[in-house]
């Protein structure tokens, strides 16, 4: 089955800064890679997906790339601020069924 | 509120005892979802329903674990003889599709067991 493997665990960048979450899956069948927000205590919120037909795609601050040759995505945050500091998760799956979930990355924005 | 909802927010039981939890999905989705998680990881995926039809179950819902979605609405998670070990955040979340595309799914707050 898929599993996904996200890094770093934990993200301290200085407000200003850019951020940059890694992940990697292991089923080559998955084409759809979301990515949500978690604030503490809060449900899971969607900040930008990526299907596998696309090598990158950006909103604003926000940016994903994919590589399916080698398996991995990866979240761009430019220009963080305070309210970037939340745990972050990747997922992986195909065609929006189940999302396996990465372990998640703890970013905490240093004013 | 047209966002999903679950009930209840919060359920304290004795190991042993029988819980049930509700979600209430956006009114247009079609597709269902539960997942569990645990402190400091990722949820985990439990099941997930089109409409009324289950159509896939993780390994890790054990025999004590059923789920229903009789009218394709509303869903409710069953756990039997709980044990500590089932102590986690329950999320619900729905979807819809449109334009033969994938949507996003749609997280309810979650509903926190403690077993103890």
């Known amino acids: 089955g898929e599993n996904v493997e996200q890094h770093p665990s934990t993200l301290s960048v200085q407000e200003g800064d850019s951020a940059v979450i890694k992940c990697t899956y292991s089923?080559?069948?998955?084409?759809?890679f979301p990515w949500y927000k978690q604030e503490l205590g809060k449900r899971p919120q969607l900040i930008i997906d990526?299907?596998?037909n696309v090598g990158e795609k950006k909103d604003q601050r926000i940016a994903v790339t994919l590589n399916k040759t080698a398996k991995h995505f990866s979240l761009h945050i430019t220009e963080t601020q305070p309210e970037d500091s939340a745990v972050y998760f990747c997922?992986?799956?195909?065609?929006?069924?189940?999302?396996?979930w990465g372990a998640g990355t703890k970013l905490i924005i240093k004013p | 509120d047209t966002g999903v909802s679950q009930d209840p927010r919060h359920k304290i039981t004795k190991r042993g005892q029988n819980v049930t939890f509700r979600c209430d999905p956006i009114s247009e989705h079609n597709r269902l979802y539960w997942y569990r998680q645990t402190l400091g990881q990722g949820p985990e995926f439990l099941t997930y329903f089109q409409n009324e039809a289950q159509l896939e179950k993780s390994r890790l819902l054990s025999d004590r674990f059923s789920a229903e979605r009789p009218k394709g609405s509303f869903s409710t998670l069953e756990i039997q003889r709980t044990e500590q070990g089932d102590s986690a955040m329950y999320l619900c979340?729905?979807?819809?599709?449109?334009?033969?595309?994938?949507?996003?799914?749609?997280f309810g707050p979650g509903t926190r067991l403690t077993v103890l």
């Open positions: 089923d080559s069948a998955s084409n759809y």
């Open positions: 990526i299907r596998s």
């Open positions: 997922a992986a799956s195909i065609s929006n069924y189940q999302l396996i």
């Open positions: 979340a729905s979807s819809g599709r449109t334009g033969g595309g994938y949507n996003e799914q749609f």
